[in-house]
């Protein structure tokens, strides 16, 4: 199976060189293209070339030839050392990868060449051209930051989250909100940045309201409090020191409050954040909370259980939840394979829970609303996806379920520099119409971790937040941003 292949970061860019002797006086030229091409149906692409000139020109360059719906109009050269040609895709241009030529000719007679593969990939799932520099934007950070969140605010801007060091050492959390187009909100907080040091210690976890605000969980090394932030980049209220050491946070929209919680507990927060209840979760570690409607959704391994059992709490009053009993009869459902935790979780509009695990390839279990798995979905109620073409680990670390069913995943390549893998499928598997048959694949030529993902339905756009800094001797905070049609 063909996939599409974006090259992020690049340091040096591999060229194709060919040089072509002739039995006439002509002198022949070298030209040096780039060997890969990307366009998108009803977009263009520039190929740019360098000529080391042999001949002086003139001559006619072009490309070709070309597949059904490409396009290229012929340049003259008189000597210049390069020259750019554009090509256009017709916007029923199939879905393509094709070698073919480029040309230099001197009266019909060939004077130089070169080839280049063309990509006729998707626009869903492609990078977005309209954030940043062809999709993507490095964040004004210094070495310290750590990214740890993202989210979608007011606008199509996002927010990202994570920890920096202050000027005297000491950790605060970091708050930057990025508008639609790649660049900070100079309006948010002090240019763009929550003020240093407004909260100090490291950010755990952080989701946003409907109206923009944020909780932060925020752990120092006398415990772990919450706090908020308002829509305008101002620190608000801070909590005491919650109990037992909470590691998620999620907003609740039915309840109009977080919820947040550790491997063993469920803390309900009021809008003061006040711990108004506390309950206790079977078993002895959860991977994460899931808040949909109101319910919270929290797999578990218990002791002697070699598979996750995800559970449905339920508010049973303000502030309260209990297991729900309509949900596998009050008992759980095991979801995860071999002992394999879960990654990432999602309810589509059919109350539908999707739970993605890593397993030899990506392993969705979809459970209907009332706790029973759905066995008509892959293979038993586990669909399996290889978006795969080396045998390099990939961790899936978010679910978007999409308005027509459809649902796309972002995964992590776990590989020593690292890069994003993008799918989407249906009931029946990998939707094909999606990049190229299926897959995107986003590669970065440094080390680089892929932390978190946020989905805009409404601007058609998916974002992740990467962080060079673990492993790389030149850090950096990035947001990489793909076209994605509901």
């Known amino acids: 199976m063909k996939r599409s292949l974006v090259t992020l970061f690049a340091a040096s860019l591999a060229c194709n060189t060919s040089t072509l002797e002739l039995p006439d006086a002509s002198t022949p030229i070298q030209i040096t293209a780039q060997p890969l091409v990307t366009i998108t149906p009803g977009g263009t692409a520039t190929v740019d070339l360098a000529i080391t000139a042999g001949d002086d020109g003139p001559a006619t360059i072009d490309i070709g030839p070309l ?50 593969t063309i990509d006729v990939s998707s626009l869903d799932g492609a990078l977005d051209p309209t954030f ?30 994570g920890t920096r060091e202050d000027d005297d050492g000491s950790p605060s959390v970091l708050l930057a909100r990025v508008i639609a187009t790649g660049a900070l909100d100079a309006s948010y907080g002090q240019n763009g940045f929550l003020a240093e040091g407004a909260l100090p210690g490291d950010e755990d976890a952080a989701d946003v309201d409907g109206s923009g605000n944020v909780a932060v969980l925020v752990a120092t090394t006398t415990g772990t409090y ?25 907003w609740d929209g039915a309840g109009g409050a977080f919820v947040t919680g550790n491997v063993a507990e469920l803390v309900h927060l009021d809008a003061s954040l006040s711990q108004t209840d506390l309950e206790f979760v ?67 509009s059919q109350g539908r829970v999707l739970v993605a695990v890593e397993a030899e390839a990506i392993a969705i279990t979809r459970v209907l609303a009332n706790g029973v798995v759905d066995e008509s979905f892959g293979t038993g109620g ?22 027509d069913g459809k649902v796309i995943v972002a995964a992590e390549i776990e590989s020593a520099a690292g890069g994003i893998v993008l799918t989407r499928f249906t009931d029946d598997g990998v939707d094909t119409t999606f990049g190229t048959y299926g897959i995107t694949r986003a590669l970065f030529d440094v080390p680089t971790t892929t932390v978190a993902a946020a989905y805009d339905a409404t601007n058609e756009r998916l974002c992740t937040v990467n962080d060079t800094s673990t492993q790389s001797i030149v850090t950096s905070t990035s947001l990489i941003c793909f076209h994605v049609t509901p």
Request: aromatic letters at 6%; one cysteine or more.
């Open 226 to 250: 919450a706090a908020t932030v308002d829509p305008s980049g101002n620190a608000g209220t801070q909590s005491t020191t919650l109990d037992g050491g909470c590691e998620w946070i999620a």
């Open 67 to 116: 597949p059904t719906g490409l396009t290229s109009e012929s340049v003259a050269w008189t000597g210049a050392s390069s020259v750019s040609l554009q090509l256009t895709a017709s916007s029923d241009a199939p879905v393509s990868e094709t070698i073919t030529n480029v040309n230099a000719t001197v009266k019909g007679a060939s004077i130089g060449s070169t080839t280049i």
């Open 282 to 348: 079977t078993g002895n570690a959860a991977a994460g909370l899931l808040v949909n409607a109101g319910d919270a959704y929290v797999p578990t391994l218990s002791e002697g259980v070699t598979n996750e059992t995800l559970f449905r709490w339920s508010p049973t009053s303000p502030g309260v939840y209990a297991i729900d009993p309509t949900f596998a009869f009050g008992e759980g459902t095991q979801i995860a394979l071999d002992e394999t935790p879960t990654n990432a979780m999602a309810v589509d």
């Open 382 to 403: 586990t669909l399996l996806i290889d978006p795969r073409e080396i045998n390099t680990p990939i961790a899936p670390i978010a679910l978007f379920p999409q308005s």
């Open 132 to 161: 940043g520099q062809g999709g993507a934007w490095t964040l004004p950070l210094n070495e310290s930051a750590r990214p740890a969140s993202i989210a979608l605010v007011a606008n199509g801007a996002w927010l990202v989250g």
